[in-house]
């Protein structure tokens, strides 16, 4: 009898809600829950800084969780490992860190149109201060991208290419390996959004040949409030500090600081080694679950929602026709019915997803939309609760008085 994953999670046992917000955040297994309240129960103290054993403690916790992360996106060294507090700070200081020192007037930035605003913003403001031209990866209504296009667009000028290796909208998976391969011939480098890849795939960076790659905590069943962003060493090493203060420091004078080196150079104040801890617990309970089974269920949920929904003609599914390409996201619209409603009685009927541009705004602009509704899956969601949607929207036009 396969075993119920859902015994892990507190809340779901005691919430009968259907979750279908995985994209925004996932849900936390009583491990994750378990390894944060432990650190402040047992192991509370101010790591990094004391010479007594709780500070010591306190501190190789924080560096075995480092030391987990490096191998969960097999980096080359913990010294490429980062932790910030989510992905867009890790973006952030790529942008300001690096874009506003490598990049000049007359070069290029290229992302792609499926970005979240978090990996789009950024990039707005490095042109806006430095008088590049930011340049835009279109993709097909399906959600993939045409690679010759993208080859046409990247030349000496490009200096940076953002792109996600799996959109927040669509699910599809980017070609980043084959992009970076483009970027490099040229001298540019990539950084990529990995916040919705790490929940769903293993991530290899070296294998992607990526420059900078950020992910969430909170998405991969992890606590809130942490983060990671990888870096090349040589990249980083040449990188000023995004922040200034306590800890990132060697030495400092009246007029000047020697910055520590690499990872702690960017992680300035007092770190969340709370957070670092249930980030690790929560990596090796995704482990233990396994990428494949994970693959598995979420591919058969989202080939039950979609074969559902095309049974509604007046429901419309955003992106490719085949489930595998979806990466447990479903986004749809509802004739005649504003996803904000469908939302909304979805939620009286026991049922959460997320309605609204899904901080993608171009993206949807670009597909002809200015809302959406997505639902996404994670390997411990059920058929039921599919089944729980597909009944929801199968009456909601009747009920919103568009008869049968």
């Not at 789009?120 to 430095?130: A, E, K, S």
């Not at 020697?258 to 929560?282: M, R, S």
């Not at 396994?290 to 007046?314: C, D, N, W």
Request: charged share 20%.
């Amino acid at each position: 009898m396969a075993y119920d994953f859902r015994k892990d999670f507190p809340l779901l046992q005691q919430n009968k809600i259907a979750y279908l917000d995985n994209a925004a955040t996932a849900q936390r297994p009583q491990c994750v829950i378990d390894a944060e309240s432990s650190f402040y129960r047992n192991s509370n103290a101010n790591p990094l800084r004391g010479l007594y054993s709780l500070s010591v403690e306190a501190t190789e916790i924080y560096e075995n969780a480092r030391e987990a992360v490096r191998d969960f996106l097999n980096a080359s060294s913990t010294e490429e490992i980062i932790f910030t507090r989510g992905t867009t700070e890790g973006l952030n200081l790529v942008a300001y860190s690096y874009g506003l020192h490598r990049v000049k007037e007359g070069d290029e930035v290229l992302v792609s149109i499926m970005e979240h605003h978090s990996n789009l913003l950024p990039w707005q403001m490095v042109c806006r201060q430095t008088g590049a031209k930011l340049r835009f990866i279109e993709c097909e209504p399906d959600g993939s991208v045409d690679l010759a296009k993208v080859e046409a667009l990247i030349n000496d000028r490009t200096k940076i290419v953002a792109i996600n290796q799996v959109s927040n909208v669509l699910g599809r998976v980017n070609p980043v390996r084959e992009i970076a391969d483009m970027a490099h011939r040229h001298g540019a480098v990539i950084v990529v959004d990995g916040a919705q890849s790490t929940p769903h795939m293993p991530v290899n960076v070296r294998e992607l040949d990526a420059d900078f790659f950020a992910f969430s905590g909170h998405k991969v069943f992890g606590p809130m409030g942490i983060g990671v962003l990888y870096g090349k060493k040589e990249l980083l090493d040449n990188m000023p500090p995004f922040l200034t203060g306590g800890e990132m420091i060697e030495s400092v004078t009246r007029e000047s600081a020697i910055y520590a080196e690499l990872p702690h150079k960017f992680e300035a104040g007092t770190v969340n080694a709370a957070g670092a801890a249930g980030l690790q617990a929560a990596i090796e309970y995704m482990l233990s679950v396994g990428f494949e089974t994970m693959h598995e269920q979420e591919t058969a949920l989202v080939s039950r929602a979609i074969e559902g929904m095309k049974k509604l003609p007046y429901v419309h599914v955003l992106g490719s026709d085949k489930p595998e390409e979806h990466t447990g996201i479903v986004t749809f619209t509802m004739d005649g019915v504003h996803p904000h409603d469908i939302s909304e009685i979805l939620s009286a009927d026991g049922v959460a997803v997320r309605a609204g541009h899904h901080c993608a705004q171009p993206l949807l602009a670009h597909l002809g939309y200015s809302s959406t509704v997505r639902a996404s899956f994670a390997f411990y969601n059920t058929e039921a609760e599919v089944d729980q949607l597909l009944a929801s929207l199968s009456t909601m036009r009747e009920r919103m008085g568009y008869g049968k």
